[in-house]
């Protein structure tokens, strides 16, 4: 190994306290030779420009950084024989890691870790359906898009809508949070729909229950087939009662089974196409069904996946229905 790669080998283990004493005092020896200054320079630009940040320090971290070097004793590892090039690179060496030291210290130590990047869906040119990291489901209507943390790390689930979109909310102990403008609508687990524009909004709930807040004290619980109409230039509330299915139309081509029953599954199915579906064993009406279907799917693919995720077989009986049957979850 020459000179110039051995300074540069025993710089960076220096820089990253990796060396050992013996290492440290070869170190120090060669920067007595002014023949590596230029090298040695190049090393402290090229660790300086790497580490150290950018932006300007807040007075109060430039302080504490500054009161950390002024407590912090030069290397006692120093020949007796100093030149005043040497003073200059070893100064240089250690305002360097000092700074570094403190960068890191505070950076990673003492700062807020940042806020975890949102997750953007774009605005779809039709109807998209997305599963979010809690299970829940959102079923977004063409041009609407929402903003949210993927990870859910806090202790509130929060997205942002703008548009118009269908929820069907996996419970959990942590609230999950809609915001439209100033319209917050806050459920456990529930499903809902909510449509926003400028002039104003409508929350229509197709189960469970939620709370429409105008974010200025009034607010509004809404049950099935309950919808609150929000003025979004004054923020009034007015609920009213409808049909739900009816009101939220655009969602008909959709189904979005999100932990119910098998029990509940087939009822909607039933209610949709118009058929009669039985389960010959009784107790197959309690396992738990998750699966979207957002393609137009026929109503027999439908029944095939049902079956299989619940270990169950199917036939098809008269008047175009089907029988499932066998043990199911158990």
């Not at 890691?97 to 003492?110: C, D, E, M, P, T």
């Not at 409808?242 to 209610?271: R, T």
């Amino acid at each position: 190994m020459s000179v110039p790669e051995r300074l540069t080998y025993l710089f960076h283990r220096y820089y990253e306290k990796t060396s050992t004493p013996s290492e440290q005092e070869e170190l120090f020896q060669l920067l007595i030779h002014p023949e590596y200054d230029a090298l040695l320079r190049e090393l402290i630009d090229e660790t300086w420009s790497q580490d150290i940040p950018s932006r300007l320090q807040d007075p109060q971290t430039a302080d504490k950084i500054l009161q950390h070097i002024i407590r912090q004793q030069p290397p006692v590892l120093l020949p007796s024989r100093r030149t005043p090039v040497f003073f200059r690179v070893a100064a240089a060496i250690f305002l360097l890691l000092s700074v570094s030291f403190l960068v890191y210290y505070l950076h990673s130590s003492h700062t807020p870790v940042p806020a975890p990047a949102l997750a953007n869906i774009p605005k779809p040119a039709t109807d998209q359906c997305i599963t979010l990291s809690d299970g829940s489901k959102v079923l977004l209507h063409r041009n609407a898009h929402i903003d949210f943390d993927p990870a859910f790390t806090g202790n509130t689930r929060e997205v942002t809508l703008v548009g118009e979109a269908y929820f069907d909310i996996r419970h959990d102990a942590r609230p999950f949070i809609v915001h439209t403008g100033p319209i917050t609508t806050t459920v456990l687990g529930t499903a809902f729909n909510i449509n926003a524009n400028e002039k104003d909004l409508t929350v229509t709930v197709l189960k469970g229950k939620v709370k429409v807040d105008n974010g200025t004290g009034d607010f509004s619980i809404l049950r099935r087939n309950e919808q609150v109409l929000v003025d979004m230039v004054h923020h009034k509330l007015k609920k009213i009662q409808v049909d739900a299915g009816e009101e939220i139309a655009w969602k008909k081509p959709y189904l979005l089974f999100n932990d119910v029953s098998m029990k509940e599954a087939i009822q909607e199915l039933q209610q949709k196409f118009k058929v009669t579906i039985t389960l010959a064993n009784p107790a197959s009406e309690n396992c738990n069904v998750t699966a979207s279907f957002t393609q137009g799917e026929p109503l027999e693919q439908i029944i095939k996946v049902l079956s299989k995720i619940n270990n169950m077989e199917y036939r098809t009986i008269a008047g175009g229905g089907f029988e499932l049957s066998g043990e199911g979850c158990k």
